[in-house]
């Protein structure tokens, strides 16, 4: 499997952006599908985006639509998470995500690794 590290959350006020990374390692080779999800406290984790191999698909959570981008580069094994226009209810901790099916899936149980976490606080 592929090992995930997340980094770039931190603490932004409420209309900044801040782009998060998640960086890939070991099983690279193979084709994988990356996710991001959040959790807030309290709260269910929820999917936030994610994209195929070659970056020609991507999806989005109906709450991040227009204001989140996806993105990867499989020559560093790094995906990003731009997110502009953050809101307090944005304030979760984030987590990127990896599965090796072709189809793109958007829930959780289908994520084969995960990283850790980084923290994304937004404040009003």
């Known amino acids: 499997q592929v090992q995930l590290v997340e980094s770039g959350g931190g603490l932004v006020q409420a209309g900044g952006s801040l782009r998060l990374s998640c960086v890939g390692s070991?099983?690279?080779?193979?084709?994988?599908?990356m996710g991001w999800f959040r959790q807030a406290p309290g709260k269910e984790r929820e999917f936030v985006a994610a994209?195929?191999?070659?970056?020609?698909?991507?999806y989005y959570a109906d709450s991040v639509k227009g204001r989140f981008t996806i993105s990867r580069d499989n020559i560093k094994n790094t995906g990003y998470l731009q997110m502009n226009s953050l809101n307090p209810e944005d304030t979760a901790v984030y987590y990127c995500?990896?599965?090796?099916?072709?189809?793109?899936?958007?829930?959780?149980?289908?994520?084969?690794?995960w990283g850790r976490g980084t923290q994304v606080t937004v404040s009003s």
């Open positions: 995500a990896a599965h090796y099916r072709i189809v793109v899936y958007t829930t959780a149980g289908a994520y084969d690794s």
């Open positions: 070991g099983r690279t080779r193979s084709s994988y599908v």
């Open positions: 994209i195929s191999w070659s970056g020609s698909s991507t």
